[in-house]
């Protein structure tokens, strides 16, 4: 990655609303099976607070199925997942970005086209996202030759552009160098100080440490702790957390 296109720090003037309502997200014994394989146990967590929840654990633990399942992209076999009150707006960030095969300017205003945006608006909302994301030479590119951290922090503009209540992050840093997982960590931070709720996966217990208020850990399918983040990583209530965290611990 070229270090000229790392964002520049970020700017609360040009930050969208503070988003209103913290949404409170309800799993009652939500299940999940595949081709009679139970791949989720059921499952009864309550995440709620404007919290930045990291989701962990080995390989095949279940994480990006519980996240899925959060954001609507999955369905429970049985039990429920669903919203206190109405169902929140929400973007999601993959471990690879899922881009259009245009510029990077165009990801950004196709997507405040599809959110209803009109015409005159978007192209400066799209270049002021791409701003705020360090991204602003890079406008005419197409978006697939992006680098991976480019990618990354494209995806967070056309997320920040949407402004979601909530913000799900799948692995977003797992093929990235220091200094890109870096900006990713602040475009995280920047999505939370402006009130949005942060529901992320990760493998990096150091990334963990960083950005975690509280930890859902998770081992063969099953969520075995949800706790504040400094009562799991002092004092992990199972043993697979602590073997997890010795790094003693595979799927
Ligand atoms: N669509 C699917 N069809 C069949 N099996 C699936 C599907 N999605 C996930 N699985 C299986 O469910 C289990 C949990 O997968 P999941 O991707 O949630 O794990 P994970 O904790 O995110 O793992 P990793 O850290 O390796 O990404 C795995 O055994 C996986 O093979």
């Known amino acids: 990655m070229n270090a000229s296109f790392f964002p520049p720090p970020i700017l609360p003037s040009i930050s969208p609303p503070l988003v209103a309502t913290v949404p409170t997200l309800h ?13 989720l146990a059921p499952t009864t967590l309550t995440l709620s607070g404007c919290q930045r929840t990291l989701i962990m654990g080995p390989n095949g633990a279940g994480k990006s199925l519980l996240m899925r399942l959060a954001h609507g992209l999955l369905t429970p076999s049985s039990g429920y997942v669903s919203w206190q009150e109405k169902t929140p ?3 999601m ?27 005159r608006q978007r192209k400066d909302m799209a270049l002021e996202a791409l701003e705020k994301f360090g991204l602003v030479a890079l406008a005419k590119r197409p978006a697939r030759v992006l680098s991976g951290g480019e990618q990354q922090r494209l995806a967070l503009a056309r997320a ?7 913000l ?20 995280v931070n920047e999505f ?3 009130g949005t709720r942060i529901i992320m996966t990760t493998h990096d217990l150091h990334q963990a440490r960083r950005l975690a208020d509280e930890v859902v850990f998770m081992y063969g399918g099953q969520v075995l702790e949800h706790t504040p983040a400094h009562r799991f990583f002092e004092t992990p209530a199972s043993t697979q957390a602590g073997a997890f965290l010795r790094g003693e611990l595979v799927g």
């Open 27 to 39: 799993f009652g014994q939500a299940s999940f099976d595949h081709r009679g394989h139970r791949l």
């Open 89 to 91: 707006t929400q973007a």
């Open 93 to 119: 960030v993959f471990q690879r970005p899922v881009l259009l095969r245009r510029s990077a300017i165009n990801n950004l205003t196709y997507a405040l086209a599809v959110s209803g945006v009109p015409r």
């Open 160 to 166: 920040w552009l949407l402004n979601p209540a909530v």
């Open 168 to 187: 799900f992050l799948d692995e977003p840093t797992s093929a990235l160098d220091p200094a890109a997982i870096k900006a990713v960590e602040d475009a």
């Open 192 to 194: 939370h100080r402006n």
